[in-house]
């Protein structure tokens, strides 16, 4: 298995492609959008929020979250510019189903719902990439459901960070690849709806047998092929 494999590059090409030519539609006719800056930790919208627009994430990284179990929190997705988010209904009133969150410095522009019903009523380009957008993002969530299916924590990190380096992947040129990301034993607990305490142990078990090697918070795996095996592929 190769962990920084055309699967994700492809997708993220005809993402980026689909997201600019839908915002080059919507410029064409006229829709005004909103840029904002946002610093890490800030709040683009909060779970049980009205649904209001379409959000695109221009650069940098963001978390999406909901709270459980008292403090704790489980990580639904983290974007890469060219995502796009929220809940946007087309019919009866949205609430946004999750917390938005910067994890670094990010530029968001946000499409008020009112102007995308209007380009897509008018426009059928406008619907053809919103549906491919959209199609997109589901690929993505049945990706991180799969990571969930086996019962042990080892299985479900070797099936999560494959999926980390094809969105954040930085090659070294020698074989290995980082995943471009600082996380946090407790980050990578949150996606894998697993204990710190669990992950921690899997994550030292890995490094000793060379499968990977974490440094100031990066990861990096070494050897793709024990990571593939480990998670049952």
Known sequence: MNAAGPAWSEYGEVQEEECRG??????????????????????????????????????????????????????LRLLKPWDIFG????????????????????RVTKVPKIFME????????????????????????????????????????????PILVQKFGEND?????????RLTHQDLAAMVASTRESVTKVLNDMRNRGVLEIE???????DQDALARLSGA
Do not use: W
């Open 22 to 75: 839908l915002l080059e539609i919507l410029r064409g006719m006229g829709v005004a959008s909103a840029d904002r800056n946002y610093a890490p930790g800030d709040a683009i919208y909060r779970e049980g929020e009205y649904g209001d627009a379409l959000y695109v994430l221009l650069s940098g990284v963001v978390k999406l979250f909901r709270p459980y179990s008292g403090s704790k929190e489980a990580t």
């Open 216 to 222: 100031a918070g990066r990861i990096t795996l070494k």
């Open 173 to 181: 040129g020698g074989g290995s690849v980082t995943i471009g990301l």
């Open 87 to 106: 809940h946007l209904a087309f019919a009866g009133e949205a609430r946004q189903r999750a917390y938005a969150e910067a994890v670094t410095e990010c």
């Open 118 to 161: 209007r380009a897509i009523r008018r426009e059928p380009q406008a619907a053809l990439k919103m549906m491919t957008l959209l199609e997109l993002r589901l690929v993505q969530y049945e990706e991180l459901v799969q990571c969930l299916l086996p019962r042990e924590t080892e299985a479900r990190l070797a099936n999560l960070l």
